[in-house]
């Protein structure tokens, strides 16, 4: 990976992922890990761009293991992040909620990255509760000047408030490009390991201690952020004036938008709350509302606090917000007017459902999967979309390498049907090699299906243990999966070319028939792998196809629907421009009609 070269003090167009790299980079981080998670994947790619001498930053096999890694780094005295998305903190929480008693040597700051709408993710957890859980600051930028600002910041209220901080992102903020003044590096000296076992050794007697410690903290920050310069009172004007608005993070541009006349309370930090800054902005205005996305967090405080506010009342608890649905939650309210709204041309949009790519190496496990009849755990990744016709592989999806657990469960129940497991070379590495070791432990009857496609796919391509390059794209031990599983104490295992049809569909069978645990691992690289295997452009020779639309089976976007029909079917078609030639197409042709584009059949 080509590393930047960071400019001081000057204006760029930065999105907020990239902004909080900025700033951590800017604050002296001196180790980063993530596991890659929309929305909050580019943090650690923006910094494995920096200088290496500056920040060691990594891929880990889960965000757990990244949290222990910048745990570890505090410790040591230096400046750390670990970047997640919020679902990603679930699998963090024990060591998180642990932290938070121990305190920091080094700052330690964690990016986790909501996703209000959810546009990728199995929720929409509120990642404020967290913080509330476990007494740790949530700082909430609006834009990606602020994710900067408040990242840098979020090192410095570290160290001097000996406690972690969570700097959370959405999905808007995060992908969302808007000019942002950068500033120099600043890396503070080293502090070494501080030897204190009655801070950092948590045994029963030390936790009660600090817990003392966690909660004088608290009060601690509360007094600071009463004055401190990230919450914002900005008085009203005219008539408006008479309302106001506490928000926060990127609602406070659409409140900004909708009621600009308003006196708005913008604050920096979602908790904890600066309870005398509230009720101050309260009593001075006839009506306050609360802005926020998700769980009405900062409404609950308030009203705890015997204040006077409206909320979730008028704007969802679900789902992204937007300056429309602010402004029809104040029109609800009262405040505005309704909109007079011009019935004009709405144009109906084209349905396109999710599809793998064309060419995927997963299609032929879930085509096999499906003709099987087994009951199917899937788990989290692109193959979750083999759920959705045609292919509808899937029964169960519920977490990142929740498929072995669960099939484990399905088979002790007596499900009728054969149990699979199916699950991605990235999501075993980062949860499911314990639920293996658990079903061969238990003696569980079930196949995992490992599909191996030698990329974290879903979130856009990044490497992991099983690649054998690291986060800057050095050269790296790379994860052997048959010795793995057979070390986890599997006796049946097979490795098969997802791209062989027929192969994979004896040998899923073949693994359904074994008695106890079988693993097949289906190994193909993925299509968007940037060194591409790609065959010959495939051709339907349309003289020959009887239009048995065998081929449309498969799912694939480069088979689409032809002009010409054959007893009242349509015909098939390939488009060149997406095809890859994996050939899957080719094999369930019952009359042998997809040829390469440059042959044609002769009898």
Known sequence: MQEVQPQARDTRA?????????????????????????????????????????????????????????????????????????????????????????????????????DPGIHSSQNEQDTRIYGQLATVPVLEPADAQEALDLTRLAFELSERFDTMVVVRGTTRLSHTRSPV?????????????????????????????????????????????????????EPGAGEAARVGVITAGTCYPYVREVLPGASVLKLGASWPLPEGLLRRFCASLERVFVVEELEPVIEREARALGLAVEGKAFFPRTGELSPELVRAGF???????????AAGWAPEPLVRPPVLCAGCPHTSSFMAVRASGARVAGDIGCYTLACLDPLRGLDTTVAMGSSIGNAIGMAKAGDVKPVIASIGDSTFLHAGIPGLIDAVYNQANITVLLLDNGITAMTGG??????????????????????????????????????????????????????????????????????KIKGPVLQVQDAYCNACQSCMNLGCPAITWAEGTFEGRHKVKIDASLCIGCSLCAQVCAVDCIRPAAARVTS
């Open 331 to 341: 029109e609800q309210a009262g405040v505005l007017a309704p909109q007079a709204r």
């Open 14 to 114: 930065l999105s907020g992922n990239e902004a909080i790299a900025r700033g951590a980079w800017e604050a002296g981080v001196a180790v980063a890990a993530a596991y890659p998670g929309t929305p909050s994947t580019e943090i650690l790619e923006s910094l494995a761009g920096y200088p290496v001498a500056d920040v060691h930053a990594q891929w880990s096999t889960n965000e757990k293991v990244a949290l222990d890694v910048a745990i570890g780094a505090s410790f040591a005295g230096a400046r750390a992040l670990a970047a997640m998305k919020h679902v990603g903190l679930n699998v963090a929480a024990d060591a998180f909620l642990s932290q938070s008693y121990i305190g920091v040597n080094g700052g330690l700051v964690i990016a986790v990255c909501d």
């Open 181 to 233: 003044r950068t500033g120099s590096r600043t890396a503070p000296a080293a502090r070494g390991f501080l030897e204190d076992p009655r801070k950092n050794v948590m045994i029963p007697a030390h936790a009660k201690q600090r817990h003392v410690a966690v909660l004088a903290r608290e009060a601690k920050l509360k007094d600071y952020l009463e004055t401190a310069a990230i919450n914002r009172w």
């Open 462 to 531: 990044q490497d992991h243990p099983g690649t054998g390059r690291t986060l800057r794209g050095e050269p790296a031990p790379r994860v052997d999966y048959e010795a793995l599983v057979r070390a986890c104490g599997v006796k049946w295992v097979r490795s098969v070319d997802s791209y062989d049809l027929a192969a994979v569909h004896q040998t899923l069978r073949e693994a359904l028939a074994h008695r106890g645990v079988s693993v097949v691992i289906s190994n193909r690289p993925c299509v968007l792998d940037p060194v």
